[in-house]
């Protein structure tokens, strides 16, 4: 992704990535609901459905281009934390998908959990934030 200029479009999508990963397992319900969820968020933002798809593509090379699991771990948190230049509107509304993410094959896992508790501190947004 060197040649392509990083954005927080992309640690959003990289950060959804990771949390369909978490439990060990890409589960084809969560990655459905990461097209939705990008869509969701995204297109309000200017991003067409080709750029999405571009960003997509993008972010899974991204992702993918790491060595280790902890590697990887650390430029999503330091992506989550790049959010923070985004309105609390947005973070929230992205906390809540990593949520949906987390429950979209019924079941949530520890790491996942874990995995999303490191976000929304990066993110610096709290569960009484979700809440409101």
Same mark, same amino acid.
């Given at each position: 992704?060197?040649?392509?200029?990083?954005?927080?479009?992309?640690?959003?999508?990289?950060?959804?990535?990771?949390? +369909? $990963?978490? &439990?060990?397992?890409?589960?084809? =319900?969560?990655?459905?609901?990461?097209?939705?969820?990008? !869509? %969701?968020?995204? *297109?309000?933002?200017?991003?067409?459905?080709?750029?999405?798809?571009?960003?997509?593509?993008?972010?899974?090379?991204?992702?993918?281009?790491?060595?280790?699991?902890?590697?990887?771990?650390?430029?999503?948190?330091?992506?989550?934390?790049?959010? +923070? $230049?985004? &309105?609390?509107?947005?973070?929230? =509304?992205?906390?809540?998908?990593?949520?949906?993410?987390? !429950? %979209?094959?019924? *079941?949530?896992?520890?790491?996942?959990?874990s995995?999303?508790?490191?976000?929304l501190?990066?993110?610096?947004?709290?569960?009484?934030?979700?809440?409101k």
């Open positions: 992704m060197s040649e392509n200029k990083f954005t927080h479009a992309h640690g959003l999508v990289g950060m959804f990535i990771e949390m +369909t $990963a978490a &439990d060990g397992q890409m589960d084809k =319900v969560e990655l459905q609901l990461v097209g939705g969820l990008i !869509n %969701a968020i995204l *297109e309000p933002a200017g991003y067409d459905k080709d750029a999405q798809n571009k960003l997509i593509e993008e972010s899974f090379a991204w992702w993918g281009s790491f060595d280790t699991f902890e590697d990887r771990a650390n430029a999503v948190f330091t992506a989550a934390a790049g959010l +923070t $230049a985004l &309105d609390k509107s947005t973070r929230i =509304v992205a906390a809540r998908g990593l949520i949906m993410i987390g !429950n %979209a094959d019924g *079941e949530v896992d520890e790491m996942e959990k995995f999303l508790h490191g976000c501190e990066c993110m610096d947004i709290t569960f009484d934030d979700l809440k």
